[in-house]
């Protein structure tokens, strides 16, 4: 069964610090995703890692997938208020790309 | 061009009751997926269709839960004698096929229906 831990759960952090976000999951999977939800909306896509080595990046936010170590970070750098939302990273199935999600992880970037 | 859209956007019923909620996906996906979400928890998966068929209910709770897409476009996800344990947002995705038709490509959400049983 595939399970999908993210750490920390919550993450309070001054504005213009660094942090990373842990996605890691425990079963073979070569693609990861990672979502912005913001209070009351629906999940909005950031970044699509498809292979074993992938980094992107948009604007502050970095995504990184090592598939070996089933693991996936997302960096935050010289964090601003607005990055402050619930960060979800999912991996899907082998069959049918049905996805499992990690548990969010809260940010509150704090002026 | 349109995104994923869900109606209705609230639902309030009270337990007992039967409830419908529809999912219009982007045009031209063949694949839609379900998934509720409950307070402060990531989103979990209900069922996933594949043009008109059901690939996979392995995530439908109980048998009180029952989703449709009839033409394999826009899909209804069914509950029936709704207890107060199935109050969540319920998120419908959709996504296209990928290169060759070997994998899905990645899904798009839509704003969710929230669902509050009484």
């Known amino acids: 069964e595939l399970k999908v831990e993210q750490n920390p759960l919550f993450l309070s952090m001054q504005e213009g610090k660094n942090y990373t976000i842990y996605c890691n999951y425990s079963t073979t999977s070569d693609r990861l995703y990672w979502y912005r939800q913001d209070p009351g909306k629906s999940l909005e896509s950031l970044f699509v890692?498809?292979?074993?080595?992938a980094v992107k990046q948009e604007g502050r936010l970095m995504a990184s997938l090592d598939t070996k170590a089933r693991l996936s970070t997302l960096h935050i750098t010289a964090a601003v208020h607005d990055l402050s939302a619930t960060y979800f990273c999912?991996?899907?199935?082998?069959?049918?790309?049905?996805?499992?999600f990690g548990a969010g992880t809260i940010l509150r970037v704090k002026s | 061009g349109a995104g994923v859209s869900q109606t209705p956007s609230n639902k309030v019923t009270e337990k007992g009751k039967y409830v419908e909620l529809r999912c219009d996906p982007i045009s031209g996906h063949t694949a839609l997926y379900w998934y509720r979400q409950s307070l402060g928890q990531g989103p979990e998966f209900l069922i996933y269709?594949?043009?008109?068929?059901?690939?996979?209910d392995s995530g439908l709770p109980n048998d009180r839960f029952f989703a449709v897409r009839p033409e394999g476009s826009v899909s209804t996800l069914k509950i029936q004698r709704t207890e107060r344990g199935d109050s969540a947002v319920y998120l419908c995705a959709s996504s296209s096929r990928g290169v060759l038709g070997a994998r899905y490509n990645e899904q798009f959400f839509g704003p969710g229906t929230r669902l509050t049983v009484l």
């Open positions: 890692l498809l292979s074993n080595g």
């Open positions: 999912a991996v899907p199935m082998e069959y049918g790309n049905k996805l499992v």
């Open positions: 269709f594949q043009g008109t068929g059901a690939a996979d």
